[in-house]
């Protein structure tokens, strides 16, 4: 595919532009542009033709730019920043890259074909509407808790989210961002290198901006800012939401989870609540086996749930992928 970026952010700069202006601007005929904004329309970008004028974005659409992310990042923290018009998966991505210790690389696609979810579950996303955003830390030793990471994250997006727009966006354990039960983005974490060693772990969000309902069949309804009545530009929010992670991780590497305990619980969905956990449910087995139900009490400094069960006793579960479910809510499924 022919790099189409320049003329994305052609496209984004004034309500219409001519097919004239933009083959000038580029260096290509008028048929090379038409060429071009097909190649667009096929990923998903809605452009309009405008007669005797020229093409438009469709009012609503900001397309993501790499100064527009930049700019909000502090210098000497990141190591380099695509941004993609298609990818498979953005984490697969970065997860092929050398591990840059203490320094972030950042992939944002409009796009992704093998997008994923915990799980191995398929992450689904309109084109040029959401944030698809992978971040990559390289870690000069193995972090004691995985699981804690990836609430450390979940924990990072949620206050500024709710700072920020005034919302509030609560934690599903581990780490799905929730508005009301319904499914406002989801994370996943992916580590590679040697475990006596360095590592480079990358951080994948998806977050809804502008999703259509896609889900009615699913284990939850969809949620996106734009519904929420937050419009926003996708590259400052990426570019803060970059910002936000950096800063954790650089916290993280020194003190780990346990400092952000108290908060995280305080943004729990399921805290005090009746829920099911363990491995049975998401495999399709009997549920008698290997579940326990009981009262969400807590997580602790790794990231691990505890739930307290009707006789008293405490079960820790330090597998991000176990199902969690609400037992007064027959819709909430993990």
Not at 207 to 234: C, I, T
Not at 310 to 330: I, K, Q, Y
């Amino acid at each position: 595919m022919q790099n189409t970026q320049p003329l994305i952010e052609l496209l984004s700069r004034s309500k219409t532009v001519s097919g004239t202006a933009l083959g000038e601007a580029l260096g290509i005929s008028r048929m090379g542009v038409q060429k071009r904004i097909q190649q667009l329309v096929e990923n998903g970008l809605p452009v309009e033709a405008v007669p005797g004028k020229g093409y438009s974005l469709r009012d609503g659409v900001s397309v993501l730019t790499q100064a527009g992310i930049e700019q909000h990042l502090a210098p000497g923290t990141v190591s380099s920043i695509e941004v993609m018009q298609s990818v498979a998966s953005t984490n697969s991505h970065l997860l092929s890259h050398s591990i840059d210790v203490s320094r972030a690389r950042i992939c944002v696609a409009e796009s992704q074909s093998a997008g994923r979810g915990r799980r191995g579950n398929d992450w689904q996303s309109s084109p040029y509407r959401n944030v698809m955003l992978s971040l990559s830390w390289g870690f000069d030793h193995w972090p004691e808790t995985i699981t804690g990471l990836g609430l450390a994250v979940s924990l990072a997006i949620t206050e500024y989210l709710n700072a920020r727009f005034a919302l509030d966006v609560k934690i599903k354990w581990p780490n799905d961002l929730m508005v009301g039960g319904d499914k406002l983005g989801g994370i996943l974490i992916d580590v590679s290198g040697e475990a006596s060693s360095t590592c480079n772990v990358v951080i994948g969000l998806g977050l809804n901006v502008h999703q259509p309902d896609w889900s009615k069949d699913g284990a939850y309804r969809w949620q996106d800012l734009s519904s929420l009545g937050v419009e926003v530009d996708r590259s400052e929010l990426v570019g803060h939401l970059c910002a936000k992670l950096i800063s954790m991780l650089q916290v993280f590497d020194e003190v780990g989870f346990e400092p952000m305990v108290e908060r995280w619980n305080e943004l729990s969905s399921y805290a005090g609540q009746h829920v099911r956990v363990g491995s049975a449910e998401q495999l399709g087995l009997d549920a008698s086996a290997d579940v326990v139900e009981g009262e969400m009490v807590t997580v602790d400094a790794a990231g691990a749930l505890i739930v307290k069960d009707s006789s008293g006793e405490r079960h820790r579960f330090a597998d991000s992928n176990v199902s969690v479910r609400l037992l007064d809510t027959a819709s909430a499924k993990a």
